[in-house]
């Protein structure tokens, strides 16, 4: 009944930038936290960074003043906008969103991921 769909990742040198963008669909009643997490090869998934419904924000502190976590309820959509990447920035990005949802005249309310995007370093 609701998706995730992450977009925006791919390949990137030391100090470039990249934009993800995570849209949400299905029948949405509405949104409460959105977030990015990243899980890198051999380590546990952790945040990244996280938005409220009313646009407060909490950055791990590995990427504080690099990286801009921001939404666009209309759009039902999250980005985190990525600069001055470093090569520990590599790992795959995913999306999250606690969703109240509704089917007929249930309303649900749960947490969801989405798939992923790879950010990847190349030399």
């Known amino acids: 009944q609701v998706q995730l769909v992450e977009s925006g990742g791919g390949l990137v040198q030391p100090g470039g930038s990249l934009r993800l963008s995570c849209v949400v669909s299905?029948?949405?009643?509405?949104?409460?936290?959105m977030g990015w997490y990243r899980q890198a090869p051999g380590k546990q998934r952790e945040l990244v960074a996280v938005i409220s419904s009313g646009g407060s924000t909490r950055y791990a502190d590995p990427v504080k003043g690099r990286f801009a976590i921001s939404r666009d309820n209309a759009k039902k959509t999250v980005y985190l906008e990525m600069n001055s990447l470093k090569p520990e920035d590599t790992a795959v990005y995913y999306c999250?969103?606690?969703?109240?949802?509704?089917?007929?005249?249930?309303?649900?309310?749960?947490?969801?991921w989405g798939q992923g995007t790879q950010v990847t370093f190349s030399s």
């Open positions: 299905g029948n949405i009643f509405s949104i409460d936290t």
């Open positions: 999250n969103a606690d969703v109240q949802w509704y089917s007929g005249r249930m309303y649900y309310s749960q947490n969801y």
